[in-house]
């Protein structure tokens, strides 16, 4: 079982920079590729970014790309997001997940049906 725990939200203005982390426990890490979404009050949840179990394949949504990079430290069992140039629309609760097993998000990694391990999310607010 594959304990989640993000952290690094807060409030930033517009234009600003966050790194947010998600320390994994309970799971052999390297295993799992992981994502980030993120919901916004009134929105559904909703796909950030994607990274395979050896950081060789990221995918980004439309919205991030550019502005947000994925990356991992499997020897620290952390997977991290960095938010560059952020903006009000970003303002958003965001959730790291993990892959059902390994191999779950091969042809799909934005679905949220292929993650089962979530964390409890950590707020971003970016003011304008």
């Known amino acids: 079982q594959v304990q989640l725990v993000e952290s690094g939200g807060g409030l930033v203005q517009a234009g600003g920079s966050l790194r947010l982390s998600c320390a994994a426990s309970?799971?052999?890490?390297?295993?799992?590729?992981l994502g980030w979404f993120r919901q916004a009050p009134g929105k559904e949840r909703e796909f950030v970014s994607y990274?395979?179990?050896?950081?060789?394949?990221?995918s980004y949504a439309d919205s991030v790309k550019g502005r947000f990079t994925i990356s991992r430290d499997n020897a620290r069992n952390t997977v991290y997001l960095q938010m560059n140039s952020l903006k009000p629309e970003d303002t958003a609760n965001y959730y790291c997940?993990?892959?059902?097993?390994?191999?779950?998000?091969?042809?799909?990694?934005?679905?949220?049906?292929?993650?089962?391990?979530w964390g409890q999310g950590t707020q971003v607010t970016v003011s304008s």
């Open positions: 309970g799971g052999t890490f390297s295993r799992y590729a």
């Open positions: 997940a993990a892959e059902s097993f390994p191999g779950a998000t091969y042809y799909d990694p934005s679905s949220q049906s292929k993650y089962s391990y």
């Open positions: 990274i395979s179990r050896s950081a060789i394949s990221t």
